[in-house]
């Protein structure tokens, strides 16, 4: 009995099971029906990029740990998750330089400058996105069309609405096809189904709450409906900014993504809004097709300041109680 | 073709940096603070780490005060006699001599001397780990060990050796930042002094659990006091002390210390020394 | 069913002990009653060094206004005066008896039943005071003081705390099942200390039905409500068990009686029937040994100051694996030092565990997942408590409402990057306080 050596911490002493790596590695599973049904639609590229994608970021994680003297965290989920992310929100025929470059941009350039997990302001694979679309914009808006054996491309149906209008946008696709995703466009974001299943998953393991994606596909929805009704003749309807572009995957995978969304409640529901106004408004009005990523990203340059609004909110209220009694 | 495009230009953008210019020059007019120049040679002679120990938040502040009032009295316990030597020779006064302090550790309860209780895994700070139970040593009134206290210090006099805080007596510069710093009191202020005599421990335990706590404890046993020929030793809730304007710097009193490990320490303030020899 | 209003967590339940009975623990080798047992100051000594004591003869008298009365749990001589291990992680005072066996009352202790109707209400407060009883939930709070609030506040509900939320711990539960009579008694009293303008409820979680029916056949007829609770983590906090029965709020500040409630726990309502009907004060209380690593499970009744050492044979000693013994609850527990540690009137469970997460630089970065901030029973954003306590910002972390924090610790069970957020919270404030003691010193 006395050799017992009893060591001594502060209460609780009793833990959750959730850890850094069950939250990554739970994220990684909900997109892994989305992953699976890419590599059904494009094959064996698909494939390719899926690999290129999760071990370079991996391997910039596992050097900026080293060159930082970190304890190393490449295998703790979060370079594996904006691996899998960056490959979702490419298309199929990317070259394979250009996806190490983006890999880059994201795990150096975004996350590790600001500190590593958990200090990144912004979404390391949307920047990612976002550099490879500005930088390499011929590549990145030709979307290979699903089961082609030769790598055929095309326009995405918001690419078609924006250069040629409503009419043959709508021609080139069914709804359906679009909730399936059997249409053109990025890996990830052409089926609503299989994003939908893998964000049921976090639901369930409490990963991500309902706040951020209701929101943000709410607010998308009654902005574009509202144009719809007004003149359905150039406005698209709501249905079709639900199942086409990057909305659903933007949505439930990149918006509410910890560390670069809001802590309190009221700070997510400004966030969401603010994601799913500027998304409808670039889609729209914008110059580009496509507006999710530009959203979350300028939505995440606002988190520290709604963060803020909600402290000093907080603490303005606490002055006062102290005040008053 | 070159000077289309060149002209307009360079022409706007001088236009804007010459009004910018004239805009700063008249804010810089209307604006202008004025300084006692003195203020700003005294805060060049001050140390300048804002430790606050003169009591003022900031070096700045003290000079201003100092400027304004020219009172003797005020000491920058950081910059000692120097100092203040070099204060009164800008200001054309006669500075009050500083009497320099340093911080002392009244604790010898290293790894090796004091009992453990058990292993502390919580967060590595003294005040936490206070919170969590007694410490990692057996004794309530020991230093703890893992070293609060050194963050606050501006100067890198501090270390952490075996579970105890060592002074730099060099660097320390008598601030007291550290003495709030820790949870168990036990880092007082004493003065510099060429010899210091003093009871390296802060336990007011009764002499029994204060050996079984740790061997380099004060037991109270009265035998210093006894010896004591300059009646600068009382013992005072189980814990002998040394009065340090009555104490004559001879030594007996840690002859006849029983403790395993002495608990009376002499200290040599070597700077100390080095000056009383010049004089 | 009812429950608080926002946060919580729902940790393994673990109550391994709810179905055995409660076991008496013989006399032990030796006694330490601590002379520090309850909040406020310890109380002073009053036998000597070789005196010959009685059990349940005063030792320790209360000193000042909060403070509480400390007696011996068995008859025998005082050995020593000394300070010894607290299971509050420090040291107290602690006065040592040898039992010399005989196990003897003292005179006018331990009588028979007797009606407590007869008594006026300064009396049972005066009997209550007497028997040294505090809060036996944890804090420790004398019963005394407690039910007697300022004249100015006007009491309407009284509560019991049956909720017993923390994993492991089964003593009320116990408590409830085999004495329901005596628990609705000790309700009573209280009551009638308010001339039965308050109405009582006993709050019990839904994971004790056995407890839940056997208080409603005798409670409901005198008007007594029993409430089933949400089992939810910290269910059986004061704040949280006002909110949930009463749907009031208690603020920042505040005392429940400020808000009309007054909050007792189960094994107090039984202490409280014990000293006014039988004179019998505050010696021995049930309290639960669980946890993964002992032989044997069990409900005791110990008397106040057996030591742990005397416990852990009691149950058949416990595995080579335990790296932590805790006093109190899982979750607001804390961690033992000594084994020597006695049994206080606060203790109400023993628990060995096999922390296998223990690492000194277990704590890794906040990844702002928000989990922290949705469990928070009190509504504040732990998280960011512990990053302004780590960047020692004393006077802005006020601001935040630290003092509003309850140290329930759902925040630090529910965190991924395994922060401690509760030290962080329980640093800041020993820090703050450091601070206005040095300002007003």
Not at chain 1, 106 to 111: C, Q, R
Not at chain 3, 145 to 161: A, C, F, G, R, Y
Not at chain 3, 179 to 196: A, H, K, R
Not at chain 3, 242 to 257: D, K, Q, S, V
Request: with cysteine; charged share 20%.
């Amino acid at each position: 009995m006395d050799s017992v050596n009893l060591k001594v911490s502060y209460a609780p002493f009793i833990r959750s099971k959730d850890s850094i790596e069950s939250v990554m590695y739970n994220v990684a599973l909900a997109l892994a029906p989305a992953t699976v049904l890419s590599i059904y639609l494009f094959g064996m590229p698909a494939l390719i990029v899926n690999v290129v994608c999760i071990l370079s970021c991996i391997a910039f994680e596992w050097l900026m740990d080293t060159v930082r003297k970190k304890p190393n965290s490449c295998l703790d989920g979060s370079a594996l998750v904006t691996g899998l992310l960056i490959a979702l929100n490419v298309p199929a025929n990317l070259p394979i330089w250009m996806l190490v470059v983006g890999s880059f941009i994201a795990i150096v350039g975004t996350k590790h400058v600001f500190g590593g997990l958990g200090y990144n302001v912004f979404n390391p694979a949307l920047v990612a996105r976002v550099f490879l679309l500005i930088s390499f914009p011929a590549a990145m808006t030709s979307w290979p069309v699903p089961f082609s054996v030769d790598m055929e491309t095309a326009a995405s149906p918001l690419g078609i609405l924006k250069t040629d209008g409503l009419e043959a946008a709508m021609s080139s696709f069914s709804l359906m096809d679009g909730f399936y995703g059997t249409m053109n466009g990025s890996l990830g974001e052409t089926s609503t189904l299989a994003l939908l299943a893998g964000a049921a998953w976090l639901f369930y393991k409490r990963y991500i709450t309902i706040t951020i994606p209701l929101t943000m596909i709410g607010s998308v929805f009654l902005f574009t409906g509202l144009f719809y009704l007004l003149d359905p003749t150039t406005y698209a309807s709501p249905m079709f900014h639900m199942v086409t572009g990057g909305l659903m995957l933007g949505a439930f995978f990149m918006a509410t993504d910890m560390v670069t969304s809001p802590l309190s409640v009221r700070g997510q529901i400004v966030f969401g809004l603010g994601c799913g106004l500027l998304t409808a408004i670039i889609r729209l009005w914008g110059g580009y097709p496509e507006g999710v990523s530009f959203a979350i990203l300028i939505m995440n340059g606002f988190v520290p300041l709604i963060d803020r609004w909600d402290l000093n909110d907080r603490k303005a209220k606490n002055q006062k109680k102290s005040e008053t009694t | 073709m070159i000077s289309e495009a060149f002209i307009p230009a360079v022409s706007s953008l001088g236009a804007v940096a010459l009004a910018l210019g004239v805009i700063i020059h008249f804010v810089s007019k209307k604006f202008h603070v004025e300084e006692d120049p003195m203020v700003t040679i005294i805060n060049d002679i001050l140390p300048g780490v804002n430790c606050g120990a003169c009591g003022y938040p900031s070096c700045n502040q003290f000079a201003e005060v100092l400027v304004e009032t020219k009172d003797s009295s005020m000491s920058c316990p950081a910059g000692g006699s120097d100092l203040a030597a070099k204060l009164g020779d800008t200001l054309g006064i006669e500075m009050a001599e500083p009497k320099p302090q340093i911080a002392v550790l009244m604790c010898q309860g290293d790894n090796d001397i004091a009992r453990e209780t058990a292993e502390y895994m919580g967060i590595q700070d003294c005040w936490a780990a206070t919170q969590a139970f007694v410490g990692p040593k057996q004794c309530r009134y020991s230093c703890v060990g893992l070293g609060s206290c050194i963050a606050y210090c501006d100067f890198d006099a501090m270390r952490l050796e075996n579970g105890l805080v060592v002074i730099d007596k060099d660097k320390c510069t008598g601030c007291e930042a550290c003495i709030a710093a820790c949870p168990t009191g036990v880092l007082v202020m004493q003065e510099k002094k060429a010899e210091r005599y003093f009871i390296a421990c802060n336990s007011h335990d009764k002499g029994a659990a204060t050996k079984k706590a740790c061997d380099a404890g004060c037991i109270a046993c009265q035998k210093c006091v006894k010896v004591c020929e300059d009646d600068a030793i009382v013992i005072d809730n189980f814990l002998a002390k040394i009065d340090q304007e009555k104490c004559t710097a001879c030594g007996k009193c840690i002859e006849v210390c029983p403790t395993k490990v002495n608990c009376i320490r002499l200290e040599h303030d070597l700077n100390a020394v080095k000056q009383k020899k010049a004089s | 069913m009812k429950t608080f209003n926002s946060g919580g967590v729902h940790p393994p339940e673990n109550k391994l002990t709810e179905d055995i009975s409660i076991e008496v623990m013989p006399v032990p080798s030796e006694v330490a009653i601590s002379l520090n047992q309850h909040l406020g100051k310890p109380a002073k000594p009053v036998v000597k060094v070789g005196s010959e004591v009685k059990k349940g003869q005063l030792i320790g008298e209360a000193d000042g206004f909060i403070s509480a009365n400390v007696h011996a749990s068995t008859s025998g001589k005082v050995k020593a005066v000394k300070p010894h291990p607290h299971p509050g992680g420090q040291y107290a005072m602690t006065v040592f008896i040898t039992p010399d066996g005989k196990d003897e009352w003292a005179e006018g202790c331990n009588t028979a039943p007797a009606d407590w109707k007869k008594l006026s209400k300064k009396e049972i407060i005066e009997k209550i005071r007497d028997a040294g009883i505090v809060g036996m939930g944890g804090a420790g709070f004398p019963t005394n003081v407690k039910l007697s609030p300022p004249p100015d506040k006007s009491i309407d509900t009284i509560i019991l705390n049956g909720a017993e939320c923390e994993p492991f711990l089964t003593a009320d539960h116990r408590l409830m099942v085999e004495t329901p009579d005596l628990v609705v008694q000790g309700l009573e009293i209280i009551s009638s200390l308010f001339e039965g303008k308050a109405k009582a409820y006993i709050g019990i979680e839904s994971n004790k039905p056995d407890a839940i029916a056997a208080l409603k056949k005798l409670a409901e007829p005198k008007g007594i409500g029993v409430v089933s609770l949400k089992t939810k983590y910290p269910q059986g906090a004061e704040k949280q068990l006002i909110n949930a029965i009463t749907g009031r709020t208690i603020e920042e500040g505040e005392l429940p009686f400020d808000k009309g409630c007054l909050v007792q726990n189960i094994g107090t309502a039984v202490a409280v029937y014990e000293a006014v009907c039988m004179n019998k004060p505050l010696i021995e209380r049930v309290l639960t040994v669980s946890g993964m690593e002992i032989a044997e499970r069990k409900n005791i009744m110990a008397r106040i100051g057996t030591p742990f050492r005397e416990i852990v044979a009691y149950c058949g000693d416990m595995t080579a694996k335990t790296n932590q013994v805790i006093a109190g609850g899982p979750m607001m527990g804390k961690a033992l030092f000594s084994l020597d540690t006695p049994v206080v009137k606060t203790t109400s469970g023993i628990l060995f565990l096999n922390n296998s997460r223990l690492n000194k630089s277990r704590e890794r970065t906040c990844i702002r997942c928000s989990k922290c901030v949705e469990v928070c029973p009190q509504g504040l954003g732990p998280w960011l408590l512990a990053n302004v306590a780590q960047l020692k910002e004393f006077d802005e972390i006020q601001l935040y409402g630290l003092a509003n924090c309850t140290e329930c610790g759902s925040c630090t069970y529910v965190c991924p990057s395994k922060r401690e957020l509760v030290h962080w919270i329980k640093y800041a404030k020993a820090l703050v306080n450091n601070r206005q003691k040095r300002k007003s010193a």
